[in-house]
């Protein structure tokens, strides 16, 4: 239960930030560099190890936030140029985040075909 | 846009307007059309008139609304995506619960995620949702899946390639760009650093 608390928290205040931001800088900033910035702010944080911490403490909170794809980029990263070296690099954050990626592309495809814009 | 000059200038308008008020409340029969002194020479009028009409009134409409929509805008946002995250934890729970390692159970949960962000936004319901939760329905990985399907059914009429192919990563496309980008440095500056 006290996990459930802490991703609501933990989930809840990385978005209202995000929100703050949107309202205190319309409209220069949309949604798209709100999801941009929150992968890159993410990747940063978890590579200067700032990001773990809150995944510890906030669990699901701190990871389905798209920080928490930054981090998973960043750590993938650096465990595949750990195990494999400079092509490490290349290969890890994104196989890191294979699953998510391809998921959301082959469901995003179907439902797009699936389904037609309401209103 | 904010600028003090202007600000001085608002609120000498507004203890003007405020006292013409007071007095029109006070004199019924006066038809006060306009809240320019009668005491001021004409040119002072209509600099005012000019003032109260454009500047002023923006002002007062910037300064006031958007600061309640701004609390209630991030209250929202803090419970949509709260709840949100929420539900993450409790298919992430429930997982682990089959003896999932703590990765795995995360990789589940976020493909769990897409499925039902990428679902919602066919049924017309996530959109629903993010009228309310605004960044709460944008920044979790369900929002990522809202903006593919989104922009793909759009662009539907365009056709499968170059319609919903390639509007799929509207905005999915930068996120992935940037993202890429930043793995990789941090793997180089990893390798070379370390």
Redesign the interface.
């Known amino acids: 239960m006290v996990?459930?608390l802490t991703?609501?928290?933990?989930?809840?205040?990385?978005?209202?930030l995000?929100?703050?931001?949107?309202?205190?800088s319309r409209p220069v900033v949309t949604?798209?560099h709100?999801?941009?910035g929150?992968?890159?702010g993410g990747?940063?944080l978890s590579?200067l190890g700032l990001y773990q911490p809150l995944i510890d403490i906030?669990?699901?909170?701190a990871?389905?936030?798209?920080?928490?794809?930054?981090h998973s980029?960043?750590q993938?990263?650096?465990a595949?140029?750990k195990a494999d070296?400079?092509l490490?690099?290349?290969s890890?954050?994104?196989q890191a985040?294979a699953?998510?990626?391809a998921?959301?592309?082959v469901?995003?495809?179907?439902?797009?075909?699936?389904?037609?814009?309401?209103? | 846009m904010y600028n003090q000059n202007l600000k001085n200038k608002y609120n000498a308008l507004f203890n003007i307007v405020q006292r013409l008020k007071e007095k029109k409340e006070q004199a019924q029969p006066q038809k006060e059309k306009t809240t320019i002194p009668s005491n001021l020479n004409p040119v002072e009028q209509e600099e005012l008139q000019k003032q109260i009409d454009q500047q002023a009134y923006q002002w007062l409409v910037q300064q006031h609304q958007p600061r309640t929509t701004w609390l209630r805008n991030t209250i929202l946002a803090f419970l949509v995506g709260g709840i949100i995250c929420t539900l993450g934890q409790i298919i992430q729970n429930y997982f682990r619960g089959f003896g999932l390692t703590l990765r795995e159970a995360g990789t589940v949960t976020v493909f769990i995620m897409v499925f039902l962000g990428a679902f919602l936004t066919g049924l017309g319901i996530y959109d629903k949702i993010g009228k309310y939760g605004g960044a709460g329905s944008i920044i979790p990985i369900t929002g990522f899946a809202n903006s593919i399907v989104a922009s793909a059914m759009e662009f539907k009429r365009e056709g499968y390639v170059y319609g919903v192919g390639a509007r799929l990563f509207n905005v999915a496309g930068p996120v992935l760009t940037f993202g890429f980008i930043i793995s990789v440095l941090i793997g180089l500056l990893y390798y070379f650093f370390t």
């Open positions: 996990s459930l991703a609501f928290v933990i989930g809840g205040v990385l978005c209202a995000g929100q703050i931001i949107m309202d205190f949604p798209g709100i999801l941009v929150y992968v890159t990747a940063i590579a906030g669990g699901a909170g990871t389905i936030p798209l920080s928490g794809f930054g980029l960043a993938g990263a650096i595949s140029v070296g400079l490490g690099a290349f890890g954050g994104i985040t699953v998510g990626i998921a959301a592309v469901f995003g495809f179907t439902m797009a075909v699936l389904f037609n814009p309401k209103g």
